[in-house]
């Protein structure tokens, strides 16, 4: 596996771990109480939200250069 592909699939994944964070905490953050917090929902938003970012990551990541 060439370097550039290492450097893509770590920066990708660092960029999905990120969005899986973030959309976690404002699903999360919506509730009015932490009780009511539906678990499920959290997790399939988190997930769909990293497998986005992943699929957006395609058309580029400015922190991975082309081999040069």
Do not use: C, H
Request: glycine content about 8%; overall charge positive; hydrophobic content about 55%.
């Amino acid at each position: 596996m060439s370097n550039y592909w290492k450097n893509w699939f770590k920066a990708a994944g660092i960029r999905a771990l990120k969005t899986v964070a973030q959309t976690a905490i404002a699903t999360i953050g919506t509730s009015a109480v932490i009780g009511d917090v539906n678990w499920v929902v959290v997790a399939s938003a988190s997930a769909l939200a990293g497998i986005l970012s992943l699929f957006t990551s395609i058309a580029g990541l400015p922190e991975v250069k082309g081999d040069e």
